[in-house]
């Protein structure tokens, strides 16, 4: 028997954006067209827009840090191929981005260009994000604006060379893809969806959680707007087949094989909940800090799905999906060896979307509305402000500052010796890469054991601990000596490590024998 159609009722045209697939939400917000934005609006968003790319720009003239190196030098260095890239079987290599690095070529002088695809996409999320809260009126498309262009988390990742920031572009490209095509049906637009997942899953594999909300939220419309079943079916299958094939031959030849690099173990909870702390602007290891902060963007979270599903919209679904039961399905069906905050990262972006909306619906309840949004966005800026301010003025990072140290002792030894405490991946790995921008020199490694005949002058430690406390002598057996702290680099955020500089200091007035 077939199912009545559901009625969307045609909004007025506009040369700017197309009806949204969800118009009943968009005429309970408002739906706006370009005259309805008033000329400071605009340049206030625009403004705001060169504002972040200010921001993301400084960031990415910061120093590498040891997962960008790792892509630059193990798999887009070691590539002969664009395939050997696909077939790499490790979760450091971001696909797209490895391909870059592959076509720029190791020797870049400046390393910056390296972090062009994150910079381009990380401005473009900020415009995307506007474009989708567009719908919902003048006063979410600001605070997508103002939320997207100051978070911390898309700062960071939007100024270094690694595949978040491309997998939180192409999740919002894809979902206006998907918009697009279900008020349309549009040829065009199922071509734009099929492209943009693609990539998205090419960028970082956590994209997948995005393009289960996208499957999810796909199929109730079409359920709701077909006929019949077959219809139904034809139209999901011409979505999604594509797709899925190409996901299907990724895990075939690279993802069944992949190998998790090493790291810090952390606990689920842990992470998630710094994670919702971190989108208020948060980085702390405060537990009560953490759990108000989480907990406020939780809540502020459900409350505006809620909002969603009562004004008549779909969209709750893809929201709930992506942000919520994606994550915590994936979680529960594979657990991951190792878990960091970054893992979340196209959720945060839909999450922040998501927020826009709530914002957009508080903003309606005249007097108190529109005081709480603009202070909640003030205190929004400013604690991510403050966060941003320490990782630009601290970095991810000094390795090539801690390698300048060592020679300022000597400069005319050209030949720097320096002691593997038996975590040799680290400084090795940052010394491969920052050698090559210190000339004249040679930085060679030696092993402490029972056949080193003299210790090594330098010893240097790379640690995720923030402020580094440890400031006592390192001695090791045989040795007439000890290694005493120089100097510490920091770094500050969640990309980077603390460098500490140790040197030999020798008892007996001279180099310890065999």
Not at 63 to 76: G, H, K, P, V, Y
Not at 413 to 425: F, L, T, V, W, Y
């Amino acid at each position: 028997m077939a199912r009545s159609k559901k009625t969307y009722a045609p909004g007025p045209r506009s040369k700017v954006a197309a009806p949204p697939a969800d118009l009943a939400v968009a005429s309970r917000c408002g739906q706006v067209s370009a005259s309805s934005l008033s000329r400071p609006v605009l340049l206030g968003i625009i403004l705001c827009i060169w504002l972040a790319a200010f921001l993301r720009i400084w960031g990415a003239m910061d120093e590498f840090w040891m997962d960008e190196i790792w892509s630059l030098l193990l798999f887009a260095g070691r590539a002969n191929s664009p395939l050997d890239i696909m077939t790499a079987h490790h979760d450091n290599n971001h696909y797209l981005v490895t391909l870059w690095m592959y076509l720029l070529g190791q020797n870049q002088s400046n390393w910056t260009l390296y972090r062009i695809p994150s910079l381009v996409a990380g401005i473009g999320t900020i415009i995307l994000a506007a474009r989708f809260s567009f719908r919902w009126g003048s006063v979410a498309t600001v605070a997508a604006t103002v939320l997207t262009s100051a978070s911390y988390v898309l700062i960071c990742f939007a100024s270094e060379a690694r595949g978040y920031a491309l997998a939180g572009f192409f999740a919002l490209a894809a979902l206006l893809a998907l918009d697009r095509f279900l008020t349309t049906r549009s040829v065009v637009a199922n071509i734009l969806f099929a492209a943009t997942t693609i990539l998205g899953t090419l960028s970082h594999l956590t994209f997948v959680e995005v393009y289960f909300a996208l499957c999810t939220w796909s199929c109730a419309v079409c359920w709701q707007q077909s006929k019949t079943r077959a219809k139904a079916l034809r139209q999901l299958v011409g979505l999604h087949a594509v797709p899925i094939v190409a996901m299907a031959v990724l895990y075939i030849i690279d993802i069944r094989a992949m190998k998790i690099g090493g790291g810090d173990t952390r606990t689920i909870e842990d992470v998630v909940i710094s994670t919702l702390a971190l989108t208020a602007g948060a980085l702390t290891t405060n537990m009560f800090l953490q759990l108000s902060l989480g907990g406020l963007v939780f809540v502020a979270a459900i409350v505006a799905i809620v909002l969603l599903a009562r004004a008549g919209s779909t969209l709750w679904l893809f929201f709930a999906s992506g942000i919520f039961f994606a994550p915590m399905l994936l979680l529960t069906l594979h657990p991951p060896e190792l878990i960091y905050e970054r893992y979340f990262y196209v959720n945060l972006v839909l999450l922040l979307v998501l927020l826009s909306y709530l914002f957009s619906r508080l903003w309606e309840l005249r007097p108190a509305g529109p005081i709480a949004v603009v202070a909640a966005l003030a205190l929004f800026v400013a604690a991510n402000g403050w966060q941003t301010f320490d990782f630009l003025r601290v970095g991810r990072g000094h390795f090539r500052e801690a390698l300048e140290l060592m020679l300022e002792s000597d400069p005319d030894q050209k030949e720097i010796h320096i002691a593997n405490d038996g975590h040799r991946s680290r400084p090795v790995l940052y010394t491969q890469f920052y050698g090559r921008y210190v000339a004249g020199h040679t930085f060679v490694f030696d092993d402490l054991g029972p056949r080193l005949k003299k210790f090594p002058e330098w010893m240097i430690i790379a640690t995720g601990e923030q402020p580094y406390s440890d400031s006592r002598d390192l001695r090791f057996e045989g040795g007439n000596g000890y290694y005493r702290i120089q100097q510490v680099f920091p770094y500050a955020g969640i990309s980077g490590f603390t460098i500490a500089v140790y040197r030999w200091q020798d008892e007996a007035n001279a180099r310890p024998g065999p």
